[in-house]
């Protein structure tokens, strides 16, 4: 999930990462909010060079995140967590500097208070999809696939998978089980950008019902067989993602119709899409 978030009147792009359970801000913003330069990237061109173990740090432990620039292009943009942010702030003497980390308090605080009050976060999460213009049918089956994203990725971290690669690796399994295709082939039917668009901001509801099937199921079959580890959690993903993939496959010989498609809300937003369903009949792709 990507989002605008405000420091005093300036802004800083940042976007949710669901697998790790952590904000990433764009470290370029940040730059630009402590030091009021009117070229941050070039400033954090010379920190890096004038404080090698920071441009070292930064290098090896922030990620490039796609974020939308002033232009509306996605870009690879390096972000940081709450962590790489206050390793930053050693190395930039600004007055803002003590604001900025109550500020950064503040944005954990509200992430607490949502994980503390499940019911905080799905109301904050409806108003945005709301004004990305998505029916309230819809939203409310999101807002309900986060929960079980959440509740499956805590299973992993409880159980030992720690590392991003891992994380992709598993999601990857369960996906390829559900509907045939894993989130980078699902992506390609969808026509969606590789690393800007969210894959399940563009799927239909039955999309979704079947990505929480799947999810959910892995959540229960790794309970019950206690998997530990990496290897027995791929397991468990696979087994998962097959009782979605059984389900999916048993409505689609009943129905006549695919259940994973190659419609997009990139044109048209999901609220005016399901409007015109009944007239125009959606392009559907292959699915095993």
Same mark, same amino acid.
């Given at each position: 999930?990507?989002?605008?978030k ?9 976007v949710? $990462? ?13 730059? %630009?909010?402590?030091?009021d330069?009117?070229n941050p990237?070039d400033?954090? *061109? *010379?920190?890096?060079?004038? $404080? ?10 922030c990620? %490039?995140?796609?974020?939308r620039? $002033?232009?509306?292009?996605?870009r690879q ?5 709450v ?7 050693? &190395?930039?003497p &600004?007055?803002?500097a ?5 500020w ?9 208070q949502?994980?503390?009050?499940? @019911? ?10 709301q004004s990305k213009?998505? &029916?309230?049918?819809w939203?409310?089956k ?8 959440? @509740?499956?990725?805590? @299973?992993?971290?409880?159980?030992g998978?720690?590392e991003?690669?891992e994380?992709?690796?598993l999601?990857?399994e369960i996906s *390829? ?6 989130? &980078?082939?699902?992506? $390609?039917?969808?026509e969606?950008?590789?690393t ?6 563009h799927?239909?509801d039955l999309?979704?019902?079947?990505t ?8 229960e079959i790794?309970?019950?067989h ?7 959690n791929?397991s ?5 993602g ?5 389900a ?12 994973a ?8 937003p999901?609220a005016?899409v ?8 959606? *392009? ?5």
């Open positions: 999930m990507s989002n605008i405000l420091f005093e009147t300036a802004q800083i792009r940042s949710w $990462d669901e697998d790790a359970n952590r904000w990433y801000f764009a470290i370029v913003d940040v730059v %630009q909010v402590l030091t330069s009117v990237t400033y954090l *061109k *010379k920190l890096r060079k004038r $404080d090698p173990e920071l441009g070292s740090y930064l290098g090896t432990n990620p %490039q995140v796609a974020m620039t $002033d232009s509306g292009v996605q943009t390096l972000a940081g967590s962590e790489h942010l206050l390793r930053l702030i050693q &190395s930039i &600004s007055p803002k003590e604001p900025f980390k109550r950064l308090a503040q944005v954990g605080y509200e992430r607490l949502e994980i503390e009050n499940p @019911e905080l976060a799905a109301q904050r999460m409806r108003a945005i999809y213009g998505y &029916s309230p049918e939203i409310e999101r807002v309900r696939g986060i929960a079980i994203r959440d @509740e499956l990725t805590g @299973e992993w971290q409880k159980r998978v720690k991003q690669r994380y992709a690796i999601t990857a *390829k089980a559900t509907f045939g295709m894993t989130p &980078s082939e699902y992506r $390609d039917l969808k969606l950008d590789k800007g668009d969210n894959l399940r901001d799927m239909t999309e979704l019902i079947f929480m099937l799947g999810e959910a199921s892995t959540t790794t309970r019950q206690d998997a530990q580890g990496f290897g027995p791929r468990a993903a696979r087994a998962g097959k009782v979605a993939g059984n999916r496959r048993d409505l689609e010989r009943k129905s006549g119709r695919k259940v498609t190659a419609q997009n809300y990139k044109q048209l999901e005016e399901r409007k015109r369903i009944p007239k125009n009949k959606i *392009k559907t792709g292959a699915a095993p």
